[in-house]
């Protein structure tokens, strides 16, 4: 089971992905794309990342915005995994 993360670490993971705010115990982006295609595109990209990770975050779509909310759902809380996810997200070109 991975560990939940102080408030510290947390604040200090944060500071190292500039596109991702912290919401409680929940890491949050929106990504705006040119429209609805585009959006679904990008989805399709962070599946084989998000499964190889075995990670996945929640994800809500409207028409050209997605918004991601990741956090350990077996924890109930931020852990290292999460901030691994969003990295990887991050990454996605
Ligand atoms: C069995 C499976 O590995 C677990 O249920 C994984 C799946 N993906 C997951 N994703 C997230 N975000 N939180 C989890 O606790 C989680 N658990």
Known sequence: MPVRLDKAAITEK????????????????????????EAIAFVNKLVSPAEAIGHHPDISISYNKVSITITTHDAGGLTELD?????TISNLV
């Open 14 to 37: 944060t500071s190292t992905l500039p596109d991702w705010k912290t919401d409680g115990e929940t890491l949050h982006q929106t990504k705006k794309f040119q429209d609805f295609v």
């Open 83 to 87: 901030f691994q996810l969003a990295q």
